[in-house]
């Protein structure tokens, strides 16, 4: 693309990283379905190998498709690189490889996705990684929650299944305190609605399962690095400040500057878990990229009328979406994502968990499912689904009780939309 002048949002969601293929001309990125990439000779083969050129060995590691999405993911976060990975999972665990090890630990929002409550407070156990899951609101108990072997915070900007935001601003001072990242999950929002990078995290992480492939196709997951933070300020990140014994002796912040954390985590990383996108998936989600502005705004608009709709009915005990001026997040919502508040949200029905099962059970238009970010409504009852594994105090510190239900608003008519709702709380209150 032409050099000189910074390039729009929705330039970018087409262009980034791409070019027409140098071998056939085709204007649309190529599924590169290969695993593998004849070395010129023996001695490129080597120079790959050895991280002094950068070319593709192994789909492993690197492939044509997919490094046209990290280079847009990049771009469109404001970073200076990505690594994609095989789903929103993956990428919570890869963004934290590179920074953790045994007995050290994360600060992490308790207000997530309820995967992500599970893989923290149980998995992370088994490497010896602790998961320390904190109220985000409360400025004190996150700094409290520090010590000496904390190696990063973590939160959500549009939290999983509430749809409150998180001060990420304020978050990111308090982790600029403690000279550790601050990694921000920007699932519910993605880049059009909030840059977390704009505001101080320096790390990104995203399963694109949801938005950024928008219909429900294909499994992703990415990381972006903001290159803003020196891994060798301190001596707690020897895996990027020190020599690398999984990579004879590379000391990767030296050698690789701003791209060390990226560069670890495909030579390590992606080499050593293997937790790797395919290029089929890769393709779907460059697809998906190319509109998401305009199905984001769509999104936006649609939650906005469809949460004022059941505030506005006395079937509904309350409604948490935080682009109501009711919301309690309304505020931080105009600073951190202006643009909206996304299209997920919570409500909670007067009659409590029957009435809940029954209301899922009677909606037409609207699947029950447990994704989210289609262009499809999407309903679920968290508390009998995703966040099952949950003990009673998680699901009311995730806004999970038994009461709530969790809409993902979809592009379809939104006069539709509030048809297939009000029929089914009909029901569900008869
Ligand atoms: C879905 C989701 C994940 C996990 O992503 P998968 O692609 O399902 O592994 C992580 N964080 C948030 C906020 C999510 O909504």
Redesign the pocket.
């Known amino acids: 693309m032409t050099e000189g002048r910074e390039k729009g949002f929705e330039t970018l969601q087409i262009h980034a990283g791409a070019q027409p293929d140098p071998t056939t001309g085709a204007r649309q990125t190529p599924i590169y379905q290969t695993t593998s990439f004849v070395f010129r000779d023996a001695d490129h083969a080597a120079r790959l190998f050895n991280l002094e050129e950068v070319g593709y060995i192994y789909s492993r590691l690197t492939n044509p498709t997919i490094s046209v999405l990290q280079d847009r993911m990049a771009a469109l976060e404001g970073g200076v690189g990505a690594v994609c990975c095989a ?4 990428a ?1 665990i890869m963004a934290l490889f590179p920074l953790m090890g045994p007995g050290l630990n994360v600060v992490s929002s308790s207000r ?2 309820g ?2 409550v599970t893989q923290f407070s149980q998995s992370f156990k088994r490497f010896g990684w602790e998961a320390r899951l904190v109220d985000f609101d409360d400025f004190d108990a996150v700094r409290a929650a520090i010590d000496e072997n904390t190696r990063a915070l973590f939160c ?1 900007v549009i939290n ?1 299944p509430g749809g409150s935001i998180t001060d990420i601003e304020a978050i990111a001072k308090i982790a600029d305190e403690a000279g550790i990242p601050l990694i921000a ?1 920007n ?2 929002a993605t880049p059009y609605l909030c840059r977390p990078i704009d505001f101080g995290a320096t790390i990104v992480v995203h ?1 694109m ?2 938005y950024m492939t928008g219909n429900g196709t294909a ?3 990415a990381i972006i690095d903001s290159g803003k933070f020196d891994w060798s300020a301190s001596d707690k990140f020897p895996s990027l400040s020190q020599p690398e014994p999984a990579y004879h002796g590379l000391k990767f912040h030296e050698t690789f500057g701003p791209l060390a954390y990226t560069f670890f985590g495909i030579a390590i990383g992606l080499r050593d878990l293997g937790m790797v996108l395919n290029p089929q998936a890769a393709h779907y989600t460059l697809l998906g990229l190319e509109t998401l502005s305009l199905r984001m705004q769509r999104h936006v608009e649609n939650a906005v009328k469809v949460a004022t709709w059941l505030e506005n009915d006395d079937r509904v005990e309350y409604v948490t979406y935080a682009g109501l001026e009711s919301s309690p997040y309304y505020k931080v919502m105009q600073r951190i994502s202006p643009r909206g508040a996304g299209g997920l949200f919570t409500f909670a029905l007067k009659n409590g968990y029957d009435a809940c099962v029954k209301f899922v059970d009677s909606l037409d238009m609207f699947s029950h499912v447990a994704n ?1 970010g289609d262009a499809r409504s999407l309903v679920i009852h968290p508390a009998s689904t995703t966040h099952r594994q949950l003990s009673p105090e998680q699901l009311k510190a995730a806004d999970a009780g038994p009461n709530i239900v969790r809409l993902s608003i979809g592009l379809e008519d939104p006069e539709d939309i509030i048809a297939d709702l009000d029929q089914a709380l009909t029901k569900a209150t008869a």
């Open positions: 789903s929103g999972h993956a919570q997530l996705y995967g992500t959500e999983n999950d699932t519910g399963a399962t949801k499994m992703g997951g989210f």
